[in-house]
C-alpha cells in the first residue's frame, strides 16, 4: 500500500530558496556596512545578523530581524543637511510665503540670529604637556584646524586659565609634575560639568585607559599621537557639543486658533535653515508606543513615530514639527506626553531610546516646533519647557490683501478660469470676509473663495462666455453665495438705557457684544442669563456688590435692591461665556439702568473689576481693537495695566480709534453714559 510518492523535484527549489535566501542576507550585510552605525549599535547588529544567519528564512523570526536589520540600517546615524544661516534670505522666504504676523516673523528671525551666532562661535582648546616641544606642536596642529587654542605647561597652571575662561575641550598629558592629567581631569569636571577632556599619553596601559574613562574623559589617545585620529576625535567631540549648543535654546510653540499659519511657518523656518521638514500630528494620540515603538517581543511590533517620521526624512536634524500637542491624551496605554518630556529636553533626547529599536538614538540635532490651539491644555511640565508665541489672528486689511494676493490667485488656477479676465472687487471680498467667515484664521474664507470660483466656472461653461472681463463685486457674491451666514452685532444708532457695549474674545477673534440689564420688582435675586460660565457669573455678582456699595457716588438710592429683582442678560444664549473681563461692562450697564443715563453707541469698554472699583488687565487686546474698528466703535476704554499690549499693536490698528486707558469706574461712567 502507497501513502505518498516521493516527487522528484523539491530538490532544486530548495537550493533556490537557499540561494535567494544567502543573496538576501549578503545584500543586508553590506548595507549595514555602509551605514555607518555607531559602535554599540554595530555589536547589536552583528549579534542579530549572527543570529538571522542561522534561522530559515521561511520561519517568521527571520522575518522580524530581517526588518529590524533593515530599519537600523536605514536609519540616518551620521547623514545630516548643512545650516544656511543666512537672515535675509530666511526673511525673504518668510515674506513671500506669510502676510503679517509681524511678532511672529521677528522671534522667528531671532531664533534664527542665535543660530547663525552659536555657529560661528570659535570653539576654545587647551591644551596641557610638561614638554614644550609636545605643547606647542599641538597646539600649532588644532590652531591650523580653525580652533582658538591656549596652552599650559602643567596641571597646575592650567587649573588657573579653567577658573578664569570657559573652554571647551582640554587636551592634556597624564604624566606632569605638580598635577598629572587625572587630578586636572577631577578638578576640570567640579568646575565646568561639561567640559570635554582627551587625555593624552606615552605610557598607555589598558588599566590607566579604564581608569580615565570612569573618572569622565570623553577619550584615551596613545603617544605618538595618529594627527588623523586626533582631528577625527576633537571633530567628533565638538560637533556633538556644537549640536546641544544650538538646539540647547528654547522649543518653540505656536499657539493660536486655526488656519493662523503655524505649520506654514514652521515649514518656512525649515525652508530658511535648508533643513528638512517633518510633520507629526498627536490629535488623539494616546497610547505611548505610538510614539515610542513595540518591544520586538509583540506580534506585529513596529517603531514609534518618531524614529519612523526620521527615518522617511533620511536626515538626522530635520525641524520636526509636533502638531496638535494640546490634543495629545492619557490613557491606561501609558502618558504619550512624558514621552514628549524626553524628545524635548537637550539633556536627554540625545540617547533616546526607542522600544523597538531598544538602542540608543541621538535627537539631538533636530529643531522641535510645536503647535497648540489652547497651551492651557498641555500638561504643566511639558509646557514648562515651551516657549509660547501667540498667532492672534488676523485683521480685515490682512485678510483682504491675503486674499488679493494668495488666495483668489490660487482659486482661479484650481477652478480652471486663470487664463480668463475675472477681476475680483475690494469690496466683494470684503462682503466674503464679513458676512460668510467668522474665524481668525483664512481657511473658511479660502472655502468660501472657492465656492465663489466654482459658480463663476460653472456661469462660464454655460453661457460659453470665455472672453472679455468678469467684474466679481458685491451683488455678485451677494447671488452666487446667497445672504450671509453670520450677523455680527453692531452699535445701535442712539444710546440706551441698561445697554452697554462690551468687547469681548472667542476663538474666532473678538466681537462686539452688548450687555443688558433690567431691574424689576421682587425678592433681592440677581438673574444671570446667556449661557455664562462660573467666572462670569461671579464677575455679575461683583459689579452688582461694587454698585450697591457706591450708590451714593453715582446718585441712587441705597435700598434700591431691597424690593427688587436685577436681571443681567448677555445675547447668543446658545452660545456658552466665560471670564472675567466683562465685570467692568455689567457694572456700568447696572449704573446706566439706576441712574437713567443711555450709553452712548459709539463706546465699547473691557476689564476686569473687583469689590473695591479696581480695574484689572484682560488678554485679548488686539482681538477686541479689531472687533472695535470693524463695527466703527469711536471709543474704546481699556484697563491702564494694558498701555503696554496697545503699545505693541500695529499703528493702522488703532488708527481712527480714541483709546482711553482708565483705573477709576466714575472715569468710565463719564465717558460711556449721556446725560440722565
Known amino acids: 500500500m502507497v501513502f505518498f510518492r516521493k516527487e522528484e523535484t523539491p530538490a532544486p527549489a530548495t537550493a533556490n530558496k537557499a540561494t535567494a535566501g544567502e543573496d538576501d542576507f549578503a545584500e543586508l550585510q553590506q548595507t549595514l556596512e555602509r551605514a555607518s552605525l555607531p559602535v554599540a549599535v554595530a555589536k547589536i547588529a552583528a549579534t542579530e545578523l549572527e543570529r538571522l544567519k542561522k534561522t530559515d528564512p521561511s520561519q517568521p523570526e527571520y522575518a522580524i530581524s530581517h526588518n529590524y536589520l533593515t530599519f537600523l540600517a536605514d536609519l540616518p546615524w551620521s547623514k545630516s543637511t548643512d545650516d544656511t544661516l543666512d537672515l535675509k534670505r530666511a526673511q525673504a522666504v518668510l515674506d513671500a510665503e506669510h502676510f503679517g504676523l509681524g511678532p511672529v516673523k521677528e522671534r522667528v528671525l531671532e531664533f534664527l540670529a542665535v543660530q ?88 598607555a596601559t589598558v588599566g590607566s585607559a579604564v581608569e580615565t574613562l570612569r573618572k569622565g574623559a570623553a577619550h584615551y589617545l596613545p603617544k605618538p599621537v595618529d594627527v588623523t585620529e586626533l582631528r577625527s576625535v576633537v571633530r ?117 531610546v526607542d522600544h523597538y529599536l531598544d538602542a540608543p538614538f541621538d535627537l539631538s540635532a533636530a529643531i522641535f516646533i510645536a503647535t497648540a490651539n489652547v497651551i492651557e491644555r498641555i500638561p504643566g511640565p511639558l509646557r514648562d519647557r515651551l516657549e509660547r508665541i501667540d498667532f492672534t489672528g488676523y485683521t480685515e486689511l490682512d485678510k483682504l490683501a491675503i486674499a488679493k494676493s494668495f488666495l483668489v490667485p490660487r482659486q482661479l488656477t484650481a477652478a ?87 468687547l469681548v474674545w472667542t476663538e474666532a477673534g473678538g466681537e462686539l457684544m452688548f450687555v443688558e440689564a433690567a431691574i424689576m420688582a421682587g425678592t433681592q435675586q440677581l438673574i444671570l442669563t446667556g ?56 457694572a456700568v450697564a447696572l449704573i446706566s439702568l439706576l441712574t437713567q443715563r443711555p450709553a452712548r453707541p459709539d463706546v465699547a469698554m473691557t476689564g476686569e473689576l473687583t469689590l473695591s472699583g479696581r480695574i484689572l488687565p484682560i488678554a485679548g487686546v488686539r482681538e477686541k481693537i479689531m472687533a472695535a474698528q470693524r463695527e466703527q466703535i469711536h471709543t474704546v476704554i481699556l484697563p491702564k495695566a494694558n498701555a503696554a499690549d496697545l503699545q505693541r499693536l500695529e499703528p493702522e490698528l488703532v488708527q481712527g480709534l480714541e483709546v482711553i486707558l482708565a483705573d477709576d469706574v466714575g472715569v468710565v461712567v463719564e465717558k460711556a453714559l449721556g446725560k440722565k
Open 116 to 203: 547663525n551666532l552659536r555657529s560661528q562661535r570659535k570653539f576654545e582648546l587647551l591644551v596641557v604637556d610638561d614638554e614644550r616641544i609636545a605643547r606647542n606642536n599641538l597646539a600649532y596642529l588644532l590652531a591650523k584646524e580653525g580652533y582658538h587654542v591656549e596652552a599650559a605647561a602643567n596641571g597646575l597652571e592650567a587649573l588657573e586659565l579653567l577658573r578664569k575662561r570657559r573652554f571647551d575641550l582640554v587636551l592634556t598629558d597624564l604624566k606632569m609634575d605638580k598635577m598629572d592629567g587625572n587630578q586636572l581631569l577631577e578638578a576640570a569636571k567640579q568646575i565646568s560639568a561639561d567640559i570635554e577632556v582627551i587625555m593624552i599619553t606615552g605610557y
Open 531 to 586: 449661557s455664562m460660565g462660573q467666572v462670569l457669573q461671579e464677575s455679575a455678582q461683583t459689579a452688582l456688590s461694587f454698585v450697591r456699595g457706591q450708590a451714593a457716588t453715582f446718585g441712587f438710592p441705597a435700598d434700591f435692591f431691597a424690593r427688587s429683582d436685577i436681571h443681567i442678560h448677555l445675547p447668543a444664549g446658545a452660545i456658552s461665556k466665560d471670564g472675567p473681563s466683562a465685570g467692568l461692562t455689567m
Open 416 to 502: 480652471g478660469l486663470s487664463p480668463l479676465n475675472i477681476d475680483f472687487q475690494d469690496a466683494a471680498l470684503l462682503k466674503v470676509i464679513r458676512e460668510h467667515t467668522r474665524e481668525a484664521g483664512l481657511r473658511g474664507l479660502e472655502r468660501e473663495i472657492a465656492a465663489v470660483c466654482r459658480k463663476l466656472a460653472r456661469l462660464c461653461v454655460m453661457d460659453q462666455e470665455q472672453g472679455g472681463r468678469m467684474v466679481v463685486d458685491d451683488p455678485m457674491v451677494a447671488s452666487l453665495l446667497g445672504p450671509g451666514k453670520f450677523v455680527h452685532e453692531t452699535k445701535s444708532p442712539q444710546g440706551r438705557i441698561g445697554v452697554v457695549a462690551g
Open 236 to 352: 567628533q567631540l565638538l560637533g556633538r557639543k556644537q549640536q546641544l549648543k544650538m538646539n540647547r535654546g528654547p522649543v518653540l510653540c505656536f499657539t493660536g486658533p486655526p488656519g493662523t499659519g503655524k505649520t506654514s511657518i514652521g515649514r518656512g523656518i525649515a525652508e530658511a535653515l535648508g533643513r528638512r521638514f517633518v510633520r507629526i500630528s498627536l490629535a488623539g494620540v494616546r497610547d505611548e508606543a505610538e510614539l515610542r515603538g513595540h518591544r520586538r517581543t509583540y506580534v506585529g511590533a513596529m517603531p514609534g513615530r518618531i524614529l519612523s517620521e526620521i527615518r522617511r526624512a533620511g536626515v538626522n536634524n530635520p525641524v520636526l514639527m509636533l502638531d496638535e500637542i494640546d490634543k495629545i491624551g492619557q490613557e491606561f496605554q501609558g502618558d504619550a506626553a512624558s514621552v514628549l518630556l524626553e524628545v524635548l529636553d537637550p539633556e536627554q533626547n540625545s540617547r533616546f
